[in-house]
Structure formats: structure tokens, C-alpha cells
């Protein structure tokens, strides 16, 4: 030890960066309360845009206030024109959420006059381009994938509505909404809108306290969200839930792998870093597959083994022990799979979801006096000091 200086924290178990007054989790007790509310009565009663605002202001909006916001929202659906060719340089196989973090580096590009994260009017403005672009970008990152046409926003559709009619409609037929579905997704997207010092969000934090600008900051929270540990873990889950079916080994037989860590392999969607007893949005969302297939009319055999593979699993001693429960990502895939759509479109919807909360943190951490560059110590174990060698 040389530094002599740190106390080592491999994941940051146990070290606070920074002071927050937006959400509240109690992991034993399995609480989450954004400003307070706690979650089940936010996903009951709210709409992603009004929890968007309360993450970000603080409080809840007026009726006028949520009337502006969302107002001002759908007048910033629109990309740049000559973005749609950013689309066209990449392969149609592209990872959309590879698409994404790159489509909101490139998005920065165009509004380089208000990017100051000093100046109070360039923090709003890029707060309402990224809530309204990002939504349009997944979708043409969705649309890329198929080989068809992107559809230009309808700004007389709600926020969801909007959003599922430019992933799923197309130039020949007219998108007719669903309520259910449009309800499942808003609250799903609730659901992701924060979760403290998650890895994500720490990313944008860290790049933020930089002073490099929200779009630069966000652009990292979606590469940071993208690994199968964190965001990505929706997208693993159905493809473990895919590789069980068929292989035809069945549920016990690939619990006896985990547990004996064969290769390393994971129950995907189960565990958490702070939840040790349940996830109190996987109770949630688990409510909502049940209730989407069935009112979508559609039996899937996934959702069947995702609910074999929970009772072995809250059953094993392996899990007991370790505390190791469903997690918000271990039904979503299941749900979104349902609304048709593709896997590798999973974490990007998170992505959506999360955005606000991004957005509250970057925001908290430029105007707390608190706030420093992020730069972590380190413990160095490396060779001592050496003399070049002179026969070289
Ligand atoms: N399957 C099997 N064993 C597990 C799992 C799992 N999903 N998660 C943890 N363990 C074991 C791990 O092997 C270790 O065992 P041992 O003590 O014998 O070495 C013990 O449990 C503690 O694990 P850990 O890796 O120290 O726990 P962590 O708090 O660092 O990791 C986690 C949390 C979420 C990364 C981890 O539980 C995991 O990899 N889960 C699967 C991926 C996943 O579902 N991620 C989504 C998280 S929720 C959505 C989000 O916000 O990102």
C-alpha cells in the first residue's frame, strides 16, 4: 500500500458521493419513494411526465405547469432533418442502444449554443430536447432495425401513444392505440424513472461533475446502463428464458448450473445491490405481465418458465442465503415482448425510463456548492519505484 491515503471500496458498498433529495430506498425494507411518494402510489396515479417533473423539480406540477411542460415537450419531437441521415452510416443490425448513446452525443451537435451547464435557460432547454427527442431516436433506432421508414412524431398523441405509434405504425397503416398497452408502458417506464446512485446514473454524475455538458452526461448514463449487470439485464433475461425452452434442459437442471456457477452463469433478473429482501417494482411489475398477456389475448411459454424459475429459485437454500430475489428486469422482458417488442429494444426502453432521473441528478449535482470533480482514489500495488534499464 503507497497511496496510504484510501479506504478500498471495490462497487462502492459502502461510500456515499454524494448528497441527494430525490428518491429513497430502504433495501432491507424494500421501500422506494421518489420525493417522498412511495413508488406503488406514483405507478398508480401518475403519468410518466408528471413524475418526470416531480424527479426534477422536486414537487408536484400545478395542472398548468404539467400542461407546459408536456406542451413544450411535444413541440420538441422533432430531430434535425439531416440527423436522419446519422441512421443511414450505420449497419441495420446495430445494437439500438450502441444507436442510441451515439444518435445523443450527435444530437448535442446541433444546439451547440446552449450547452452551458452554468446557464439556468441552456439547463432547460436540453432538459425538454432530451425528454422529447430520445423517445423519437429509439424508435428510428427500432424502425432502422426492421428496414422501414421512420415516422415523423404526431403531436396531437399523448407522450406513450406517440412514442408506441412511431414504433409500430408505418407510412401504409395507420397505428391504433391500445389503452392497456399504453398504460402498461407508462407505468413500466414509472417504475425505471430512478433509482439513486445506481451505475447510470453515478455515470452521469461522474461525467457531469466534469462540467461536460447533459447531452455528453446522458450519452455515457446509456452506454453505463447498457451492460447485462445493470439496464441490460432485461435483454439477458429473455434470452435465458429462450436458451431453457429450447434446450428442453428445464428449470431445475439450469438452477443446478447457476448454483454450481458453471461458466460464471447468473439467474439473470434476480438480485440487487441494495434490495435484500424483495424489489418492490418487480412485485409491480409482475402484477402487470399477468395482466397485459391477458389482455392482449397472448399465452407465451417464457412467462410460464420465468414463474418456475422464481418458485425453484425463493425456494433453494443458494438464493435464501444470498438473500437473492426477482428484481424489477426479471418480468419486463416478458411484458415487452408482448407489446411486440424485440429483445435487443429492452434496454432502451429502460433507457426512456431512467432519462428523467438522469436528468433530476445532473441537475441536483450542478447546483449543490458541494459539488466536486468525481475522482476516485485508487490503492496502487504496482512495482515500486525501478531505474530504466541501460542495456536496452
Ligand atoms: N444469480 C446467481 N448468483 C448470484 C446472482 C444471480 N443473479 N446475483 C448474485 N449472486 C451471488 C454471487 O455469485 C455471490 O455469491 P458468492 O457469495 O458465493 O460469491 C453473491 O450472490 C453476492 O453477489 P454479488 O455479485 O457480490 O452481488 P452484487 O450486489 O455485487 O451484485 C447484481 C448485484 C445485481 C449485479 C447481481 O445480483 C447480478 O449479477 N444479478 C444478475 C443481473 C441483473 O439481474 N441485474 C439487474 C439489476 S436490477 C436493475 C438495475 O437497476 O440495473
Redesign the pocket.
Same mark, same amino acid.
Given at each position: 500500500k503507497q497511496t496510504g491515503l484510501t479506504t478500498l471500496d471495490y +462497487?462502492f458498498?459502502n461510500t456515499s458521493a454524494t448528497r441527494s433529495t430525490i428518491t429513497y430506498i430502504d433495501g432491507d425494507k424494500g421501500i422506494l419513494r421518489y420525493r417522498g411518494y412511495p413508488i406503488d402510489q406514483i405507478a398508480e396515479n401518475s403519468t410518466y411526465l408528471e413524475t418526470a417533473w416531480l424527479l426534477i423539480y422536486g414537487e408536484l406540477p400545478t395542472a398548468s405547469q404539467l400542461e407546459k411542460f408536456d406542451s413544450e415537450i411535444r413541440h420538441h419531437t422533432l430531430l434535425h432533418e439531416d440527423l436522419k441521415r446519422f441512421f443511414d452510416a450505420l449497419p441495420h443490425n446495430a445494437h439500438p442502444m450502441s444507436v442510441l448513446s451515439a444518435g445523443i452525443s450527435a444530437l448535442s451537435t446541433y444546439y451547440q449554443d446552449s450547452l452551458d451547464p452554468r446557464n439556468p435557460e441552456h439547463v432547460e432547454i436540453s432538459t425538454i430536447r432530451l425528454l422529447a427527442k430520445l423517445p423519437v431516436m429509439a424508435a428510428y433506432a427500432h424502425k432502422k432495425s426492421l428496414g422501414q421508414a421512420f415516422l415523423y412524431p404526431d403531436n396531437s398523441l399523448s407522450f406513450i401513444d406517440n412514442f408506441l405509434r412511431l414504433n409500430f405504425g408505418t407510412m401504409a397503416e395507420p397505428y391504433v392505440a391500445n389503452p392497456v398497452l399504453s398504460k402498461a408502458l407508462e407505468r413500466l417506464l414509472i417504475l *425505471?424513472e430512478d *433509482?439513486e446512485q /445506481? =451505475?447510470?446514473t453515478s455515470t452521469v454524475r461522474l461525467v457531469g461533475s466534469t462540467e461536460a455538458n447533459m447531452f455528453a452526461s446522458i450519452s455515457a448514463g446509456i452506454n453505463a $446502463?447498457y451492460g447485462? $449487470? *445493470? +439496464?441490460?439485464? /432485461?435483454e439477458? %433475461?429473455l434470452t435465458m428464458l429462450a436458451q431453457i425452452r429450447d434446450s428442453g434442459e428445464g428449470v431445475e437442471k439450469f438452477v443446478e448450473r447457476? !448454483?454450481n !456457477?458453471e461458466a460464471g452463469?447468473? $439467474?439473470? +433478473?434476480? +438480485? *440487487? @445491490? %441494495? #434490495?435484500k429482501n424483495y424489489?418492490p417494482r418487480a412485485k409491480l411489475v409482475k402484477e402487470a405481465a399477468d395482466e397485459v398477456l391477458a389482455a392482449l389475448g397472448v399465452k407465451d411459454d417464457l412467462l410460464d418458465i420465468a414463474k418456475e424459475l422464481e418458485a425453484i =429459485?425463493l425456494a433453494d437454500d #443458494?438464493?435464501i442465503s @444470498? @438473500? $437473492?430475489y426477482p /428484481?424489477?428486469?426479471?418480468y419486463t422482458g416478458v411484458i415487452y415482448k408482448a407489446m411486440g417488442f424485440p429483445t435487443r429494444m429492452f434496454t432502451v426502453l429502460?433507457a426512456i425510463g431512467r432519462l428523467p432521473g438522469w436528468i433530476a441528478h445532473w441537475r441536483e449535482m450542478q447546483t449543490d456548492p458541494a459539488t466536486k470533480i468525481g475522482r476516485p482514489q485508487q490503492l496502487y500495488l504496482g512495482s515500486p519505484e525501478r531505474a530504466w534499464p541501460t542495456d536496452r
Open positions: +462497487g458498498v *425505471h *433509482h /445506481n =451505475a447510470s $446502463l447485462p $449487470l *445493470h +439496464g441490460g439485464a /432485461n439477458a %433475461v447457476v !448454483k !456457477k452463469i447468473r $439467474l439473470m +433478473g434476480f +438480485g *440487487h @445491490r %441494495v #434490495y424489489d =429459485a #443458494y438464493f @444470498r @438473500r $437473492l /428484481n424489477v428486469d426479471f429502460f
